[in-house]
């Protein structure tokens, strides 16, 4: 039986972090969507069905994967916005089509090779629609399907501990090879290969498993409380204060006061500095005492700007979300609930605005749009540091979504300038 792991319209809620990539590549505890889903199941081949504009850089990824072709044979379809913890259970299903839904939304579902032709795409972005199959079974199903990024925030620390056994951890701490640093709770922290951990750290794992993963550096006086992942060959800088509900993925830099946050991987936020109730995409880098609010002063519940409309999140305690390769300067304050899109500059003394469109550059008072070519040599430099090299896949999608992103881009200056 094939796997083929799928997009559906509602992707769209997690811009911008999903321009970059498909939603069920999004990181929440320790793994992305997909590898909790390819650990429940194996299939004989793995198909990826995303928008057309990603496909070109997911086949780079993933060689061995179907990207948005579908073989005529038994396959089991699983959409990639399950959170794929709570819902594990299936009909035997024998040659029948079955599916299982959350209202009117298909979570998973098993087509015979027969019924394979009946799929069709949806939408100029190739969305997969089961509507013209004619289903043997239909279950409802009562399970989470993300759609924004401060619902990845909110699972994100029981999370951490949920990826613990899909990654076999089961080598804890020896305290004794690390009686220069403190280690609270050792049976809870979970060491890769080649970790240093400098004189005076503190690893309080009291309050959640902490993982760190290969050749991963922790800073002199540094303090890390669980539930807390650090990705493998990043550092912590000295004296960093991470709160716990952190994870953060590969060949990251992180330093200043960190809590409740998802960071994509190949990030910095090296300095002082508070990030918090954020998720950050890849390539961001953060100046010196850059600081997030995640708290309105009259402690109403945080609402955040997604497609045009403000979006209440239901959540006292949220700060931002910040698109792959964005920057900010020395002193940048962002405001509670900020969107900042993807490829932006953003520097100035005051408040930027809670919503900045995809590729700006400029001061809070005024942005204007960066120049596509600057930016893209900016960030082939920056992938040339991680020794990263700029694909032109990798390019060709930035462009897109420089095109896809003109629209909110003309809007925003436009009213920017009444």
Request: one cysteine or more.
């Amino acid at each position: 039986m094939n796997l083929c792991i799928f997009e559906d319209p509602l992707v769209r809620g997690a811009f911008p972090i999903t321009y970059m990539r498909p939603v069920f590549e999004m990181r929440c505890g320790m793994l992305t969507l997909r590898q909790k889903i390819e650990h429940r199941f194996s299939g004989d081949q793995i198909i990826y069905y995303v928008r057309d504009y990603l496909k070109d850089v997911l086949a780079e990824q993933y060689p061995d994967a179907l990207i948005n072709q579908l073989p005529q044979e038994d396959t089991l379809f699983v959409n990639g916005r399950l959170l794929f913890n709570e819902f594990y259970e299936f009909a035997e299903h024998g040659d029948q089509s079955i599916r299982y839904r959350k209202n009117d939304t298909v979570v998973v579902a098993f087509l015979p090779g027969r019924d394979i032709g009946r799929v069709q795409e949806q939408g100029e972005h190739h969305f997969l629609s089961f509507a013209s199959v004619d289903f043997n079974e239909t279950h409802e199903v009562d399970c989470r399907l993300f759609r924004y990024p401060w619902e990845f925030v909110k699972a994100n620390a029981s999370e951490i501990e949920a990826d613990i056994p899909r990654r076999n951890l089961t080598r804890t701490v020896d305290p004794e090879k690390f009686d220069h640093s403190h280690i609270l709770n050792p049976d809870q922290v979970y060491l890769g290969e080649n970790v240093v951990i400098k004189p005076s750290g503190v690893l309080d794992a009291t309050t959640g498993p902490i993982i760190i993963d290969d050749n991963v550096e922790i800073g002199h006086n540094s303090t890390i409380l669980g539930p807390c992942y650090i990705g493998a060959n990043s550092k912590i800088s000295a004296v960093a204060n991470i709160k716990g509900k952190v994870s953060m993925g590969p060949v990251c830099k992180v330093g200043g006061e960190v809590g409740e946050t998802i960071i994509q991987g190949y990030s910095n936020k090296k300095h002082e500095g508070f990030l918090g109730g954020a998720y950050v995409g890849k390539w961001v880098n953060l100046g010196a005492s850059t600081n997030n609010s995640d708290l309105k002063n009259n402690y109403a519940p945080v609402s955040v700007p997604v497609n045009g409309e403000l979006i209440d999140t239901g959540m006292q305690f949220y700060g931002c979300i910040l698109g792959d390769h964005t920057k900010t300067a020395i002193g940048t304050k962002i405001n509670t609930g900020s969107s900042y899109g993807i490829g932006c500059n953003i520097f100035g003394a005051g408040f930027p605005p809670k919503f900045i469109p995809s590729f700006s550059w400029g001061e809070s008072e005024k942005l204007v749009e960066y120049h596509l070519e600057s930016m893209l040599e900016t960030a082939a430099m920056v992938m040339g540091r991680r020794d990263i090299p700029m694909t032109r896949a990798y390019k060709s999608l930035l462009k897109q979504i420089f095109t896809l992103t003109d629209k909110e881009r003309e809007n925003y200056l436009q009213t920017q300038s009444m």
